[in-house]
């Protein structure tokens, strides 16, 4: 590493798929930022010691993904109030020689879905698919812009139980609650697929009718249609959209962290996808 450039990079297992780089890099270009940002291969089983040596050796921050998000969790220092609710990091920040844990995943949800797609989010019934990490680091961002209710629906019934009465307290009386798949009905009007089923080209076991006319979210990115939102066109949403949105603006919500500077995201979100 050099020390006339700053450097940062994303660690994960696997990560050669990772868009980080490209994003971070157009980031720097449009904010005119000397800075160096790569992707790191980690062994499973070697998270803590290749984060403090990237660290001693001046690295500045990294971004977490898969399988690091609880390891960066217990790794920082000091942890933001968003990472102590979301139970997870995907930012390292070393700030005045202290490594501080950040999540930005949930941020980055509402800005794509309330800036960009200018979908509608207060007073509105939301129900989201899943009730895993990517779940939690989204629910108190979604419960603070002020909706009807949201719904977690998930196979496992007492997973989904659990992060109701951990959010509880963020909620208002009643707004919150959890279903199984079999329970659901149409009054939704944004649904947000949090489970992993698209990356196996797999479906949420779920009526399609819930689709009917809401506007449909998931999380999962891909180059073509994800099966989750294949179905909820072919079943009559309003609009459907996938979470590249959301990788670009939690990356610059993390830029923001690291950089004191905000980036602009649109032409960014415009050209990973025409990348990919």
Same mark, same amino acid.
């Given at each position: ?10 660690? &994960? ?24 940002? @790569? %992707? %790191? ?17 001046? &690295?500045? &921050? ?10 960066? /969790? ?19 920040? %070393? ?10 995943? &949930? *941020? !980055? ?30 629910? #108190? ?11 977690? #629906?998930?196979?496992?019934?007492? $997973?989904?139980?659990?992060?109701? @009465? ?16 079999? @329970?659901?009905?149409?009054? /939704?009007?944004?649904?947000?697929? !949090? ?5 196996? !080209? ?8 819930? /689709?009917?006319?809401?506007? *449909? ?5 891909? $180059? ?8 909820? $066109? ?14 670009? @603006? ?15 995201? $649109? ?10």
């Amino acid at each position: 590493m050099t020390n006339l450039t700053a450097s940062y990079a994303v660690f &994960g297992n696997p990560v050669e798929h990772s868009k980080s780089p490209d994003i971070h890099q157009q980031f720097a270009e449009q904010t005119q930022q000397a800075m160096c940002y @790569e %992707k %790191k291969l980690v062994p499973v089983d070697a998270f803590d010691s290749a984060a403090q040596s990237f660290f001693d050796d001046g &690295g500045l &921050g990294l971004n977490i993904t898969v399988p690091f998000k609880l390891a960066a /969790y217990h790794f920082a220092a000091q942890l933001t109030e968003r990472a102590k609710t979301a139970g997870a990091v995907n930012t390292l920040i %070393k700030r005045d020689g202290i490594i501080i844990g950040d999540n930005t995943d &949930g *941020c !980055g949800l509402l800005r794509d879905i309330r800036d960009n797609l200018q979908w509608p989010l207060a007073q509105q019934n939301i129900l989201i698919l899943g009730a895993g990490g990517a779940v939690r680091g989204i629910l #108190a961002p979604l419960l603070a812009a002020n909706p009807q209710s949201i719904t977690i #629906a998930n196979r496992s019934l007492k $997973k989904a139980q659990t992060l109701v @009465e951990q959010f509880q307290p963020l909620a208002d009386t009643g707004s919150l609650s959890c279903l199984d798949y079999t @329970e659901l009905n149409d009054k /939704y009007k944004l649904i947000i697929n !949090g489970t992993s089923a698209s990356l196996a !080209g797999q479906l949420p076991a779920v009526n399609s009718l819930i /689709y009917h006319q809401a506007y *449909c979210y998931d999380m999962m990115y891909s $180059k073509s249609t994800t099966t989750f939102l294949h179905q909820a $066109k072919t079943s009559g949403a309003q609009a459907t959209a996938d979470g590249l949105g959301m990788l670009v @603006e939690q990356a610059a919500e993390s830029f923001y962290q690291w950089r004191e500077l905000r980036p602009t995201t $649109k032409s960014v979100i415009a050209s990973i996808r025409d990348a990919m």
